[in-house]
């Protein structure tokens, strides 16, 4: 039964109807932004040492496992660890630690791996390192959602531009509220996989509005369907290409979360790849069930695509099931007038 649904998704034959189920999709997303909150009000986000500030040692150890290396540092007593190799050797970071932890884990470090304590270097981060890491992020962030505005203001038109920028904003809120109930740590990753995400879902967006640009220009007076319709046609045209992009740019993402982070350690880029793996999953979401419905509520109001409506249901056209599965693609139109041709022909 699976194979077969599969099957008719990559015909084309499967159509959803996205923008009609447009309340189902906003209380899930009401939802999730509640839920997402108030793991964020109550839990927070657990920022990692970069922005708390913290000790980061350094030392070689040919030797050494990540394994060791970690153990050795919790058996000394320090409850938050990052492991990373370098071209130097070992590079692990840690909470802020007092003056004679600090010494009782560079004794315990030389005494494991046979080195001189000296060997065993220090180096503090403070706290406003990470708070500059932030304020760049933040205008980094802004910048960019001026920039999509902007773009696809020009582009296409501001409705659409409101549309994807609630869209990440909705994806923003919900990856954050995973981090605060999942208690993953924030690093300057985390804050990367951010930004990236926001690509990602606005690629997305971008894809699907187009089409509908596309489609919905050819709508007039005597069209047979309504904005909505036309609108929900040219989604699921772009449906299976979403699906394939977030399914190709997921699994080695997926890869990295749950068998990096679980059999070899990969430390950070567990940071980095939860943001990714949640947010490609919540940006394919939000640009199928939140952005095109939210676009198609905003044109509905318009009255030409009012009128269009109106004339169909006082018709009674339009509105049924088999209009509603009826392709509408760029050149159906002139398609049609050249079947009735041949047929008078």
């Not at 981060?125 to 205008?139: E, F, N, R």
């Not at 993402?253 to 990714?276: R, Y």
Request: some cysteine.
């Amino acid at each position: 039964m699976m194979a077969g649904l599969v099957s008719r998704l990559y015909r084309g034959e499967v159509n959803v109807d996205f923008v009609g189920r447009q309340k189902l999709w906003y209380g899930l997303s009401a939802f999730l932004l509640v839920v997402s909150i108030a793991g964020l009000v109550v839990n927070g986000l657990n920022l990692g040492v970069e922005f708390k500030g913290g000790s980061v040692f350094s030392f070689k150890a040919s030797s050494a496992a990540i394994e060791d290396v970690r153990d050795t540092f919790v058996e000394a007593g320090v409850h938050e660890t990052i492991v990373q190799t370098t071209n130097n050797g070992w590079r692990v970071t840690t909470e802020s630690l007092p003056a004679e932890q600090v010494t009782a884990v560079q004794k315990a470090v030389a005494g494991e791996f046979g080195l001189k304590q000296t060997d065993v270097t220090l180096q503090v981060i403070g706290a406003s390192w990470g708070g500059q890491v932030a304020d760049k992020a933040v205008i980094g962030l802004i910048v960019f959602m001026l920039a999509i505005i902007l773009y696809l203001t020009m582009a296409f038109e501001w409705k659409m531009a409101l549309a994807a920028i609630v869209a990440l904003i909705h994806d923003l809120v919900i990856t954050a509220g995973v981090y605060a109930w999942s208690g993953f740590e924030v690093t300057p990753a985390t804050l990367l996989g951010f930004l990236t995400i926001l690509g990602y879902s606005l690629y997305d967006a971008v894809v699907v509005f187009d089409m509908i640009k596309e489609v919905t220009a050819k709508l007039g007076t005597t069209s047979k369907i309504t904005y909505t319709q036309a609108a929900n046609d040219a989604l699921n045209h772009t449906l299976i290409r979403s699906l394939n992009t977030t399914l190709v740019a997921i699994l080695p993402v997926a890869a990295i979360l749950f068998i990096g982070t679980t059999l070899f350690g990969a430390g950070t880029l567990k940071d980095l790849s939860l943001a990714l793996f949640v947010g490609m999953l919540v940006g394919t979401y939000s640009s199928l069930c939140v952005a095109t419905p939210l676009l198609v509520t905003l044109k509905e109001r318009e009255p030409r695509y009012q009128a269009i409506a109106r004339r169909l249901a006082s018709t009674g056209g339009g509105s049924g099931a088999k209009a509603a599965r009826q392709p509408v693609a760029a050149g159906a139109a002139k398609a049609t007038t050249t079947d009735d041709k041949r047929k008078k022909k």
